[in-house]
């Protein structure tokens, strides 16, 4: 059974930083990319960041240049470094393998970036 579980978010004023961190069964971990999503209120969930097994990323355009994504296969864990926080950042942060599986979604992380 799969589980991805989330932590590290929290309430930061904008310009401030947040780690994330999504700890993975490790089924899973070493044989897909993984990705961080987000979804703030009333909008659908993106994808924000992803890296593959290889270590290669990509990043929406919106976080580029802020937010980096890396991976410690040796604990099956997946983060998000996330600098110079802005307001429209706020939204639940997810984990999931790119492209998703709908039976592995977690119960997400708030982040809330304060103006």
């Known amino acids: 059974q799969v589980q991805l579980v989330e932590s590290g978010g929290g309430l930061v004023q904008a310009g401030g930083s947040l780690r994330l961190s999504c700890a993975a069964s490790g089924s899973i971990f070493r044989i897909d990319a993984m990705g961080w999503y987000r979804q703030a209120p009333g909008k659908q969930r993106e994808l924000v960041a992803t890296?593959?097994?290889?270590?290669?990323?990509n990043y929406a355009d919106s976080v580029k240049g802020r937010f980096t994504i890396s991976r410690d296969n040796a604990k099956n864990t997946v983060y998000l470094q996330m600098n110079s926080l802005k307001s429209e950042d706020t939204a639940v942060y997810y984990c999931n393998t790119v492209p998703h599986m709908r039976t592995y979604w977690g119960q997400g992380t708030q982040v809330t970036v304060s103006s």
């Open positions: 890296i593959t097994t290889g270590g290669g990323t």
